[in-house]
């Protein structure tokens, strides 16, 4: 009587913990990274040129070898931000704009055997760093216009995590010509992933099979 009490303790307490992993929710996320270079010209066109080094939740993953990223961007207007207080840095934010004509992308991936990835036009885009300094991001929202990807990205967001000019930034920094380095990666919409509740109640009917197996014994 104490072993079946036991059996039906321990069996419980596995359901316990299936039925928590079935409630949980698990989300995988598509990611591209890049790293290459980033240019502004001096007049109006901001230039990105990189190469795909890893990706996330992209499966098949597509061949990273000899890919090539390139983005281009109009340059729109220049916005002197202020801390708020004496004390706090100001940044220097440049807005931009994608191509007026619809038919051509601001954005082309392309894998190591030329398959056309992801095209996109660009929602917004900005460059920000704070003043005196060269290290800054790139922030901006694509719709994916085509490439085998576009499922995975069809409103995606570009997310440059580090950026090295050789200029500083400062308010008049558009007013010349400047270049850097630029490493981060862009993101499709999070998606819901199944496994765990499969697995769950897998779980669930091995412990009901074992229970039913000691209960017979």
């Known amino acids: 009587m104490k072993d079946s009490r036991k059996n039906m303790k321990d069996f419980m307490k596995g359901v316990f913990i299936a039925l928590t ?10 990611t591209l990274y890049f790293d290459g270079a980033i240019n502004f010209d001096g007049s ?24 090539t990223m390139i983005f281009s961007a109009n340059f729109d207007s220049v916005e002197s931000l202020s ?4 004390f706090c840095v ?12 619809a038919l051509i992308n601001d954005l082309e991936i392309f894998d190591g055997n030329s398959n056309t990835l992801l095209t996109a036009k660009f929602q917004s885009l900005s460059l920000e760093g704070a003043n005196l300094g060269t290290k800054g991001e790139v922030v901006g929202l694509l719709n ?26 400062s308010d008049n920094m558009y007013g010349s010509s400047f270049a850097g380095r630029v490493d981060g990666n862009i993101q499709g919409s999070s998606v819901s992933v199944p496994e765990p509740s499969s697995l769950a109640l ?6 009901i099979a074992g229970f039913a197996r000691k209960s017979t014994v």
Do not use: H, R
Request: with cysteine; hydrophobic share 40%.
């Open 21 to 30: 992993m079935t409630a949980s929710s698990a989300y995988a996320v598509p």
């Open 44 to 67: 109006d066109k901001l230039l990105v040129t990189a190469a795909l080094t890893e990706t996330t939740d992209v499966n098949p993953a597509p061949e990273l070898f000899g890919s």
């Open 202 to 207: 897998l779980c669930i009917g091995l412990l």
């Open 83 to 86: 801390g708020g207080c004496f």
């Open 144 to 169: 994916a216009t085509g490439g085998s990807l576009q499922y995975l990205f069809g409103s995606g967001e570009l997310f440059a995590l580090q950026l090295g000019l050789n200029t500083v930034f």
């Open 90 to 101: 100001t940044s220097t934010k440049g807005n931009f704009n994608g191509a007026t004509d």
